[in-house]
């Protein structure tokens, strides 16, 4: 999971864990989330915050929290309850002890995601046919009750069961030992994770027609708007539509951001998809732009040129740019040098992607 997404990832994971409460059982879901609360909260004037495995609060200060929620196998396994009708957040069920940990987590992390797995397949018992007590069902019962719990919290439900890779038929290609997870199965479930990915631009739709991602469960949120509006106040009534209103909102809350970062060449994007033309950029240039990044147009110090087209623009703004975390710029080419430049002077990344010989010519400019 870390390997995929970059995060910061904190294993909770206990073995031989259930989300039904059986007692004194450590293993199980209701126990675990109250020694996690224990062990992992730290006091501050502002209230309770996250600080697990000897971290400082300074070191996760603005981050994003996503807690992980896999239970299943080991409920089915047992026989458990699989609901009880007369409390639905009664622990000695398995629906019960999800909905309740789920809600005890909330009132500690209320602007967390949540996200519940569903059990996968197994080899085990008729391949999870077999029903293991008289309050119990098969395996597939237990995959209900898992969206069912989530749809009724306001959890995220990935269906491992259902809709992913592992089956009967391939299950020990995943599952080493037919119930737990080989390379390859921690592979593909940590693939099955939503990854957010909002366009910082209007426009994008022109040169990015295949929204699909065969890597990660991803869910593509495009500003629907052209970049380029026919006058500032077009832009500034179609900025405030609650469809462009909402993508906005959803920006600073970003992990990671990427930019590219473009040179006045004929050949840019924006010239190709016939946003500008080659006389708009000879009067850029005039102002003293050297290039762009999000479209807006850059002199050789990193300063915003100020121009009818900016005005106009639908674009995450650069001041903002420079305040969200992990600013990625990816550039290449002695014609894009010069560009690279004033965006690095204007301290709008956080890292820069280039190639061995444009680096040169960065370290031999003047700061």
Not at 80 to 102: Q, V
Not at 104 to 125: D, K, Q, W
Not at 281 to 303: E, P, R
Request: aromatic letters at 8%.
């Amino acid at each position: 999971m870390t390997g995929l997404s970059g995060a910061a990832t904190y294993n909770f994971a206990v073995g031989g864990g259930s989300a039904t409460y059986h007692g004194e059982n450590d293993c199980d879901f209701p126990n675990v989330i109250q020694r996690f609360l224990k062990e992992n909260l730290s006091d501050t004037a502002g209230g309770k915050v996250f600080a697990p495995g000897g971290n400082t609060i300074d070191d996760l200060d603005n981050k994003k929290m996503c807690i992980v929620i896999n239970f299943g196998l080991n409920d089915y396994f047992t026989g458990s309850l699989i609901e009880n009708p007369a409390d639905p957040d009664d622990t000695a069920s398995y629906k019960g002890g999800l909905r309740a940990c789920i809600a005890r987590l909330r009132e500690n992390f209320p602007h967390a995601a949540y996200i519940v797995m569903s059990p996968t397949h197994t080899g085990f018992f008729s391949n999870g046919r077999d029903i293991q007590s008289p309050q119990g069902g098969p395996l597939s019962a237990y995959v209900d009750a898992a969206e069912a719990a989530a749809l009724e919290t306001g959890a995220y439900f990935l269906d491992n069961y259902n809709d992913f890779v592992i089956t009967d038929e391939n299950l020990w290609d995943y599952l080493g030992d037919g119930c737990h997870p080989n390379e390859n199965g921690h592979l593909a479930i940590a693939a099955q994770l939503p990854l957010n990915v909002v366009s910082l631009a209007g426009g994008v739709n022109c040169y990015l027609p295949n929204t699909n991602s065969n890597v990660f469960n991803a869910r593509l949120y495009l500003i629907p708007s052209p970049l380029l509006l026919s006058s500032a106040a077009v832009r500034d009534s179609l900025r405030q539509e609650p469809d462009v209103e909402e993508i906005f909102r959803m920006i600073p809350l970003s992990s990671m951001s990427v930019v590219g970062i473009g040179c006045l060449s004929d050949r840019a994007t924006i010239v190709k998809n016939g946003i500008l033309n080659n006389n708009d950029f000879t009067f850029l240039k005039m102002q003293g732009a050297v290039g762009d990044v999000l479209s807006h147009f850059l002199d050789k110090n990193g300063q915003v040129v100020s121009h009818d087209l900016e005005g106009r623009l639908m674009s995450t703004p650069m001041d903002q740019l420079r305040t969200l975390e992990n600013v990625i710029g990816a550039a290449g080419g002695p014609d894009k040098a010069e560009a690279i430049l004033a965006v690095l002077r204007g301290g709008y990344l956080d890292v820069l992607i280039t190639d061995e010989d444009t680096a040169q010519l960065l370290l031999e400019a003047e700061p």
